[in-house]
């Protein structure tokens, strides 16, 4: 991991935190997708930390902001029961758009620009990154915490030294 830059640093621990996201999506059981926790189906945890990820990393005062196609009202929204449901496929597909929105996003940032206030933005760009990785990983815990409960297996995460799996590997530890 290059070290040099702040950017630097941020490109490699956004891209350890989506690698992570993803697997720990692949863990959920089929049987888990819409068991509810915490009053929610398990998807909607899901849905709710990546659309907050997909609104808040970069601009949440964007004006042009395009909600996901499978969006509708309240749906990320953990306080409000929703009629729709989404697959996996659905939730798959969202993490891949936004994994690619981010990735443009971090590849055209530099250090100067960190501390500067996306358009229309009250917050400084590096706070909004590191609001969601606060964000991500506070659901993320909870999404362990519910499969290790439920499977007593325990997703595999990077760290901060683990090297990302080439080819096959295994989700669990």
Same mark, same amino acid.
């Given at each position: 991991?290059?070290?040099?830059?702040?950017?630097?640093?941020?490109?490699?621990?956004?891209?350890? !935190?989506?690698?992570?996201? +993803? %697997?720990?999506?692949?863990?959920?059981?089929?049987?888990? =997708?819409?068991? *509810?926790?915490?009053?929610?189906?398990? =998807? +909607?945890?899901?849905?709710?930390?990546?659309?907050?990820? $997909?609104?808040?990393?970069?601009?949440?005062?964007?004006? $042009?902001?395009?909600?996901?196609?499978?969006? *509708?009202?309240?749906? %990320? %929204?953990?306080?409000?029961?929703?009629?729709?449901?989404?697959?996996? +496929?659905?939730? *798959?597909?969202?993490?891949?758009?936004?994994? !690619?929105?981010?990735?443009?996003?971090?590849?055209?940032?530099? $250090?100067?620009?960190?501390?500067?206030?996306?358009? $229309?933005? *009250?917050? +400084?760009?590096?706070?909004?990154?590191?609001?969601?990785?606060?964000?991500?990983?506070?659901?993320?815990?909870?999404?362990?915490?519910?499969?290790? !409960?439920?499977?007593?297996?325990?997703?595999?995460?990077?760290?901060?030294?683990?090297?990302?799996?080439?080819?096959?590997?295994?989700?669990?530890?």
């Amino acid at each position: 991991m290059e070290q040099n830059t702040l950017t630097e640093i941020i490109k490699d621990q956004t891209e350890r !935190a989506l690698w992570e996201v +993803k %697997n720990v999506t692949d863990c959920v059981p089929d049987e888990m =997708w819409n068991r *509810e926790y915490c009053e929610m189906p398990c =998807w +909607k945890h899901i849905y709710h930390m990546l659309h907050s990820l $997909d609104l808040w990393y970069i601009n949440p005062r964007d004006k $042009d902001f395009t909600e996901p196609a499978i969006h *509708e009202k309240d749906l %990320n %929204n953990l306080d409000v029961v929703s009629e729709k449901e989404l697959s996996r +496929k659905e939730i *798959e597909d969202y993490l891949v758009e936004i994994t !690619a929105k981010i990735r443009k996003y971090i590849s055209q940032l530099s $250090d100067e620009q960190l501390l500067d206030n996306p358009q $229309d933005c *009250e917050y +400084k760009k590096f706070t909004l990154i590191l609001a969601q990785f606060r964000h991500l990983h506070s659901h993320m815990g909870m999404l362990m915490g519910f499969i290790i !409960a439920e499977t007593g297996l325990w997703p595999t995460v990077l760290g901060l030294e683990r090297p990302f799996p080439d080819g096959v590997y295994s989700k669990y530890f």
